[in-house]
C-alpha cells in the first residue's frame, strides 16, 4: 500500500493549490478517500471526503466553499482543489482512506503566506 501526495508548495493568502495523491497496492475505486491536515503542534484533522464513486463529499467547516476534493478511479488519483488559501490552513496534507487505515504517506506541505 503507498499513498502519493504531491503539489503543495509555498503560496500567498488568496491563492490556490490544487494537491493529488496517487495511491497504490488496494482497490482504490473501493474505498472512500479524505484529505487530512496537520499544522505544526496541532492533531491530524479531516479536511474533504468523497465517497468511493466520487457522488458525494463533505467538508470541514473551516474549508467549506474554499476547497473541493475530487478523484478519477481511473488513475488511482484522489485531488484536493484549494482556492482562497489562508495562513491557517498552513499544513501538511494528507491523503487516506481514513485515520490511519492504510499507512501514511509522507504528506504534501502547504505553507499559506499572510
Known amino acids: 500500500v503507498q499513498l502519493l501526495e504531491s503539489g503543495g508548495g509555498l503560496v500567498k493568502s488568496g491563492g490556490s493549490l490544487t494537491l493529488s495523491c496517487v495511491a497504490s497496492?488496494?482497490?482504490?475505486?473501493?474505498?472512500?478517500m479524505g484529505w487530512f491536515r496537520q499544522a505544526p503542534g496541532k492533531g491530524r484533522e479531516l479536511v474533504a471526503a468523497?465517497?468511493?464513486?466520487?457522488?458525494?463529499?463533505t467538508y470541514a467547516d473551516n474549508v467549506k466553499g474554499r476547497f473541493t476534493i475530487l478523484r478519477d478511479n481511473d488513475k488511482n488519483t484522489v485531488y484536493l482543489k484549494m482556492n482562497s488559501l489562508k495562513p491557517e490552513d498552513t499544513a501538511t496534507y494528507y491523503c487516506?482512506?481514513?485515520?490511519?487505515?492504510?499507512?501514511w504517506g509522507q504528506g504534501t506541505q502547504v505553507t499559506v503566506s499572510s
Open positions: 487516506n482512506t481514513g485515520p490511519g487505515a492504510m499507512p
Open positions: 497496492g488496494f482497490t482504490f475505486s473501493t474505498y472512500h
Open positions: 468523497i465517497t468511493a464513486d466520487g457522488a458525494e463529499s
